[in-house]
């Protein structure tokens, strides 16, 4: 059974296992310094399809299949699926998960919903709903710009603070402890974020809106638990970029908690910023699943890692809000993994 | 603690408590049949506010904040809060719950959302993830049409099978049974829809390309509960409007259930058709959530009402996959709520 500790925390008294996960990802990404990580790398970034659209639902769909061959199951025996994306009406996950006959639940946390979708699942298989869930997110660099930035056609300049939507994503399989009683990773605790809005309008500048809610969803967890950074071996936030994790790493000394010996920003991991000209790094619902899902991962089922924080952040407006002169509200959803 | 009944239907063991609800509407839905039900009805369409996406985000606002004060409780309250909306980026709720200060936990399910945030919350209570935690939806038609189909001032003409999306928000409260013993409605069970596309493109009869996914749903339930039509007084689908309502029923014929005894649509309910020129009806996540939280409610309270079946039904489409030429998936989740 789930247990609330302090205000914001839910303890997951029977540690969820993670029995399953995968990652499909873009040629950039593979090119990357954890190209070797991933499940899959595709050098048609069109996946064969005839829509940016279209290649994005098959990553996903790929990414979720992979996660159930490596963890020996079928569709069938998913008792429920979370799953979200950037696009609008979350069309990647309904289009690429229409065929998997696993009910489906929509979630939508712009770049925090790899966070959500598997804080939800967990909760899910923790408390006897679902026997096995499944949490998946994905995005793509060419739909992401052209509905929320530019049609690539354009070829409109990009600011230094600017971050690049990765094509990539990323699956989770959880089952109940009771099944999986050897699973090495385990689903510790919990921490759904408040929207925080400090009034930041610039949308090439996501990191600086998103740094905030991040700050609060960390202090909320540290606080109820009564744990401090140096407890933990990662603190990985997902994806604040090179602006947003400066501005993280500054606003927890500034509460006293430096978290900067063991932070890592999934949008700093994914490109080499210098050789691959990614600016303020990666983000998008894909990055953060991306790099959780395998170097991550594997890093905790080998050993080398062992108690992780996932803090997936999201900048919650859109291209007609920003039109119509609103800031930026931001939103980061915390998950405790433990090996 | 939940439980699984047959595949895929999770047995509310503790029957959460409904604490708390409201609904809040514009001009058109107050004049029409179920006008004296709503807690408020807006005259301005536009809330006073100076765009129809922050109309809407107000609607939503107004919604929580009543059911709030009609369960005598604060924001402080509320361990955490579902919410979604048909705008790109789900910005109503957003926009519209980021000065709640309330964990919150973006959803999409087009409109089956209701049904879905009710669902997924009543599991957080029902698990002891949360004590009390809120569900709300929104959607305005001046807001919807500019995105899914055309600019107000274009003067579109709308097909007969076309469904009107409504101006309204509805918001639910839930609470732990052990706290609220004598509260009349409890949450009896859930059953959360596969999606079911069977290949209808026409988005102005998106009633069509729903019915199947409704029709599964109710199927799922009725196999795994062991129950029958007949055994409850009303089973209320939102919002499948004229045409799918009647494909439902034919439908759940065909598999030898009949449900047009006690079926009714938050669709046909919301206006007066002929009077009102709503054509096959209403729809949008704001009228389900307004009917429920309104009228439904109300007689369930008033003994009027004993055994619900609320299936929130959704077409997960965006004008980007209409007009790449891919059909319409569908999606339906059930709640059974009993007082």
Known sequence: MPAKIGKYTIELQTNPAVVGYAAVVGKKEG??????????????????????????????????????????????????????????QCISSTFGLRSLDIPFLGQYGACSTMAQTLGI????????????????????????ERQFRYPLEYGGQRTPTAQWTATAAGSVILGARSQYLSAKIGMQAVTFGRIADFGVKDVNNMGAAMAPAAAQTLIDFFNDTGTAPQDYDLILTGDLGLVGSELLDDLMKQEGKDISPVHNDCGLMIYDREKQDAHAGGSGCGCSAAILCSAILQQMDAGQLHKVLFIGTGALMSPTSSQQGESIPGVAHLVYLKA
């Open 121 to 144: 699942a967990s909760l899910f298989v923790e408390s006897g709903a679902a026997l096995r869930a499944a949490a998946v997110t994905s995005s793509h660099f060419c739909s992401a």
């Open 31 to 88: 090119e990357g310094p954890y190209g070797k990580y991933y499940d899959q790398c595709h050098n048609d970034t069109t996946l064969g399809e005839s829509s940016w659209e279209r290649a994005e639902s098959r990553l996903q769909n790929e990414a979720v299949h992979l996660a159930l061959h490596k963890a020996g199951l079928q569709n069938t025996d998913i008792d429920c699926i979370f799953a979200g994306d950037l696009l609008n």
